[in-house]
């Protein structure tokens, strides 16, 4: 097995990547990009372990980012576009960001977040006022056979108080290649295989998303970016490309059901592993599109601290709704709330063992209290094995929505709208979305009699606030929040019966 920068050295003219508008990227360009950047990187004074940012749209430029860093033994740490400028700069400033690097359709916020922070170095892809293009970037400049180190990713993840958290893992003490070389063997054991095509048509921030655009390169296959994702432009490319393999969220699945007489037949023969997570799918839309594209819809549950359990179409065809047994390396266990090992079939608290650890940055109180001192953690899922190890999910943590893939933690969203003078008490949850699988929902205590200039009035005040994929889509009241005497709020109370007759599981 050779890691992308051998493959690069020894087939230079091998295409490797196609941007979303078609320009194709051969192995010796790729490498050639990122060897300047990293070059750059070190130049300007960044040692391994630093920290560089990324707020960039799906084009060849996160990739190159991706595979300098994990040269030079530097962590990644990709940003939502989403956010806003104060989330933005809350990440820059935790993360201790050395340099932030974006795409042209980010200058304004990302320039606003680093001005927050005081971070001047800037990078941007085209030539803007205040930040260095990217293309000149380490021109001129090499990296030294003894700086070429393993790098790693850093995703940022709220926790309960509703700040986002970076999951950090040690950097391994060896070399890119082996490291790389573990990543395309892991993949592989998926059933990618070299002569693949990769589909990346999600948002690159996305910690799986990332993880696939730049280790299937390592596998050897060609790359292909979506900028936006639609149900119609993904078949397109699937038949033009001769796509093998991507990385989906189920909302996409819905999509492409619900818009699926508006197309013509598109060949999706090729496909040979479609995988998906990061929420559920439901039963009925998962056999539909097994229907539609044949057992190549493989499945597996992980958070960005790690994971997990995988299933082929097969096994979950067997057992509907599972999300698998543990791949290679990991190990699951289910705990009641007293800290004893469940039985099959009993459902508790989900913790998952890897090979490899985490820590929360610089939240030594949040990572302690995802360790069990037998090497197990969780993010806090309810589910249950049955007798044959098999995983079954019956809710995700009390609190976190999950809509379109993405997860949004309520506790962020209530610290903002409490601060409105007009809020006694509030509370956030997901209810039913038939596109999206959830959306936001607030319902707030007044204090005073609450009308519909008031709910508009907070709806604005979300916007004004915070992401957009964060705001609440819709206001309800009540009189008094179900809070028992030591404060703690009942929130099922509340969302339960937006959820009666839905079965509501996870």
């Given at each position: 097995m050779r890691?992308?920068?051998?493959?690069?050295?020894?087939?230079?003219?091998?295409?490797?990547?196609?941007?979303?508008?078609?320009?194709?990227?051969?192995?010796?360009?790729?490498?050639?990009?990122?060897?300047?950047v990293?070059?750059g990187?070190?130049?300007?004074?960044?040692?391994?372990?630093?920290?560089?940012?990324?707020v960039?749209?799906?084009e060849?430029?996160?990739?190159?980012?991706?595979?300098?860093?994990a040269?030079?033994?530097?962590?990644?740490v990709?940003?939502?576009w989403?956010?806003?400028?104060?989330?933005?700069?809350?990440?820059?400033?935790?993360c201790?960001?050395?340099?932030?690097?974006?795409?042209d359709?980010?200058?304004k916020?990302?320039?606003?977040?680093?001005?927050?922070v005081?971070?001047?170095?800037?990078?941007?892809?085209?030539?803007v006022?205040?930040?260095?293009?990217?293309?000149?970037?380490?021109?001129?400049?090499?990296?030294?056979?003894?700086?070429?180190?393993a790098?790693?990713?850093?995703s940022?993840?709220?926790g309960?108080?509703?700040?986002?958290?970076?999951?950090?893992?040690?950097?391994?003490?060896a070399?890119?290649?082996?490291?790389a070389?573990?990543h395309?063997?892991f993949?592989?054991?998926?059933g990618?295989?070299?002569?693949?095509v990769?589909?990346?048509?999600?948002?690159?921030y996305?910690?799986?998303?990332?993880?696939?655009?730049?280790?299937?390169?390592?596998?050897?296959?060609?790359?292909?970016?979506?900028?936006?994702?639609?149900p119609e432009?993904?078949?397109?490319?699937?038949?033009?490309?001769?796509?093998?393999?991507?990385?989906?969220?189920?909302?996409?699945?819905?999509r492409?059901?619900k818009?699926?007489?508006?197309?013509?037949?598109?060949?999706t023969?090729?496909?040979?592993?479609?995988?998906?997570?990061?929420?559920?799918?439901?039963?009925?839309?998962?056999?539909?599109?097994?229907?539609?594209?044949?057992?190549?819809?493989?499945?597996?549950?992980?958070?960005?601290?790690?994971g997990?359990?995988?299933?082929s179409?097969?096994?979950?065809?067997?057992?509907?709704g599972t999300?698998?047994?543990?791949?290679?390396?990991a190990?699951?266990?289910?705990?009641?709330d007293?800290?004893?090992?469940?039985?099959?079939?009993?459902?508790?608290?989900?913790?998952i063992?890897?090979?490899?650890?985490?820590?929360?940055?610089?939240d030594?109180?949040?990572?302690?209290?995802?360790?069990?001192?037998?090497?197990?953690?969780?993010?806090?899922?309810?589910?249950?094995?049955?007798?044959?190890?098999?995983?079954?999910?019956?809710?995700?943590?009390?609190?976190?929505?999950?809509?379109?893939?993405v997860?949004?933690?309520?506790?962020?969203?209530?610290?903002?709208?409490?601060?409105h003078?007009d809020?006694?008490d509030v509370?956030?949850?997901?209810?039913?979305?038939?596109?999206?699988?959830?959306?936001?929902?607030?319902?707030?205590?007044?204090?005073g009699e609450?009308?519909?200039?008031?709910?508009?009035?907070l709806?604005?005040?979300?916007?004004?606030?915070?992401?957009?994929y964060?705001?609440?889509?819709?206001?309800?009241?009540?009189?008094?929040?179900?809070?028992?005497?030591?404060?703690?709020?009942?929130?099922?109370?509340?969302?339960?019966?937006y959820?009666?007759?839905?079965?509501?599981?996870?």
């Amino acid at each position: 097995m050779r890691s992308f920068w051998e493959q690069a050295e020894s087939d230079p003219d091998r295409p490797v990547l196609i941007e979303p508008e078609g320009r194709r990227w051969s192995a010796g360009e790729l490498r050639a990009a990122s060897a300047r950047v990293a070059a750059g990187l070190l130049d300007m004074g960044c040692a391994a372990g630093d920290a560089v940012a990324m707020v960039m749209s799906n084009e060849a430029s996160p990739v190159v980012l991706s595979l300098a860093t994990a040269e030079v033994g530097m962590y990644l740490v990709p940003i939502n576009w989403h956010l806003t400028t104060a989330e933005m700069a809350y990440i820059l400033s935790d993360c201790g960001a050395k340099a932030v690097f974006c795409t042209d359709n980010f200058t304004k916020q990302v320039a606003a977040a680093a001005d927050e922070v005081g971070l001047s170095a800037r990078y941007c892809t085209q030539t803007v006022d205040g930040f260095i293009e990217i293309d000149r970037f380490g021109e001129g400049c090499t990296v030294d056979s003894s700086q070429r180190k393993a790098g790693g990713v850093m995703s940022y993840t709220s926790g309960t108080t509703g700040k986002p958290k970076g999951v950090r893992r040690p950097l391994p003490p060896a070399p890119p290649e082996p490291v790389a070389d573990g990543h395309a063997a892991f993949l592989m054991g998926f059933g990618l295989q070299s002569d693949g095509v990769h589909l990346v048509g999600s948002p690159i921030y996305h910690t799986a998303v990332l993880y696939y655009a730049t280790n299937t390169l390592h596998v050897g296959q060609m790359v292909v970016l979506m900028d936006k994702w639609t149900p119609e432009g993904f078949l397109d490319r699937v038949e033009r490309y001769g796509v093998t393999n991507s990385h989906m969220v189920p909302t996409q699945f819905v999509r492409l059901l619900k818009n699926r007489s508006d197309f013509r037949d598109y060949d999706t023969s090729s496909l040979r592993r479609v995988i998906h997570g990061a929420a559920p799918c439901p039963v009925e839309v998962k056999k539909q599109m097994l229907d539609w594209w044949g057992p190549v819809i493989h499945e597996y549950y992980a958070a960005t601290e790690g994971g997990g359990t995988v299933v082929s179409p097969q096994e979950w065809l067997q057992r509907p709704g599972t999300v698998g047994r543990p791949w290679p390396g990991a190990e699951i266990r289910i705990y009641d709330d007293d800290g004893q090992r469940c039985p099959p079939g009993d459902v508790g608290t989900v913790y998952i063992k890897m090979q490899q650890g985490f820590s929360y940055h610089k939240d030594k109180k949040k990572t302690d209290s995802v360790w069990r001192p037998d090497g197990f953690f969780t993010v806090g899922d309810a589910g249950y094995v049955d007798d044959d190890g098999f995983l079954f999910l019956c809710d995700r943590k009390a609190d976190m929505i999950i809509s379109g893939g993405v997860n949004i933690y309520p506790a962020e969203i209530e610290s903002v709208l409490i601060t409105h003078p007009d809020v006694m008490d509030v509370a956030v949850f997901g209810v039913p979305d038939a596109d999206w699988g959830e959306q936001v929902k607030a319902v707030v205590e007044a204090r005073g009699e609450p009308d519909e200039n008031l709910a508009s009035s907070l709806l604005q005040f979300g916007r004004d606030h915070l992401a957009k994929y964060k705001c609440p889509k819709s206001i309800d009241f009540v009189d008094t929040m179900p809070r028992d005497p030591n404060g703690k709020l009942a929130k099922r109370k509340l969302r339960d019966p937006y959820w009666a007759g839905l079965g509501r599981s996870i």
